[in-house]
């Protein structure tokens, strides 16, 4: 974990620190807080990239 001051505002980092995917950030001041949290923690489980993702600007007619 990670935590950073700018302020009043907290910032603290559980996930996504150091790795792709995961990231759990709460920000937080002395009235309240905002949890943001952004899906899986792919290093964690070990699934970086499960198919082909294909680039969009190659469509079969700029392939032949």
Do not use: Y
């Not at 907290?10 to 996504?16: D, F, I, K, M, R």
């Not at 792919?42 to 990239?49: D, Q, S, T, Y």
Request: one cysteine or more; hydrophobic letters at 40%.
């Amino acid at each position: 974990m990670k935590r950073f001051f700018f302020g009043n505002l907290e910032v603290h980092v559980w996930g996504g620190w150091r790795e792709i995917g995961g990231n759990q950030i709460l920000l937080s001041t002395p009235e309240g807080g905002l949890l943001l949290d952004f899906g899986k923690p792919f290093g964690r489980l070990g699934a970086h990239f499960t198919m082909f993702l294909p680039n969009p600007s190659l469509t079969p007619s700029t392939l032949c």
